[in-house]
């Protein structure tokens, strides 16, 4: 059974100050997903990496894959208001169903 | 359609009672999947669709539940006999063939009282 993990499971930011959070899973896989969700709303899509050393960026936000390692990096630069929310990594076992992390709530405090 | 959509947005239901909740995914989408969210949780996997074949179910909790998509696009999931352990948000995702990554709808959060 494929488990992924999370931490920190809640996170306070400072403005302008740089974080990581972790994702590490148990079985191989070959797909990595990670998800932005703001309260009362759906899944927003942010990344899928799909090799090991994978590298993603957009805005702010820095995901990376260690498949060696069994390890995701979703890195925050420069922490701003708009980015308070929970992020999930989500790691496809099977013909694309996907198993969850319990998700990271971010919240960031000027 | 532009998304992934899902109605109702909220249910509540008595104890015991049957639901239906409704998605229509992307046009042209070949893969449909159900999650369930709890409180405070992730997203877990209940049942996967590929067209109106129903792949693999084995994430339903119960025989309580049912899924089907009789014609390849619009899915229900049925919940019958409710319980108060089947409240939470029931997430609908759809997928192209060969495509990474998938559109989640908004959800249907059910509350059994």
């Known amino acids: 059974e494929l488990k992924v993990e999370q931490n920190p499971l809640f996170l306070s930011m400072q403005e302008e100050k740089n974080y990581t959070i972790y994702c590490n899973y148990s079985?191989?896989?070959?797909?990595l997903y990670w998800y932005r969700q703001d309260p009362g709303k759906s899944l927003e899509s942010l990344f899928v990496?799909?090799?090991?050393?994978a590298v993603k960026q957009e805005g702010r936000l820095m995901a990376s894959l260690d498949t060696k390692a069994r390890l995701s990096t979703l890195h925050i630069t420069a922490a701003v208001h708009d980015l308070s929310a929970t992020y999930f990594c989500?790691?496809?076992?099977?013909?694309?169903?996907?198993?969850f992390g319990d998700g990271t709530t971010l919240t960031v405090k000027p | 359609g532009a998304g992934v959509s899902q109605s109702p947005r909220y249910k509540v239901a008595k104890r015991g009672q049957d639901v239906a909740l409704r998605c229509d995914p992307i046009s042209g989408h070949v893969s449909l999947f159900w999650y369930q969210q709890a409180l405070g949780q992730g997203p877990e996997f209940l049942t996967y669709f590929q067209n109106e074949a129903q792949l693999d179910k084995s994430g339903l909790p119960s025989d309580r539940f049912f899924a089907e998509r009789p014609e390849g696009s619009v899915s229900t999931l049925k919940i019958q006999r409710t319980q108060q352990e089947d409240s939470a948000v029931y997430l609908c995702?759809?997928?192209?063939?060969?495509?990474?990554?998938?559109?989640f709808g908004s959800g249907t959060r059910l509350t059994v009282v």
């Open positions: 995702a759809s997928s192209p063939t060969g495509s990474y990554g998938y559109t």
């Open positions: 989500a790691v496809d076992w099977d013909a694309g169903k996907s198993t």
């Open positions: 990496l799909l090799s090991n050393g």
């Open positions: 079985t191989t896989s070959d797909r």
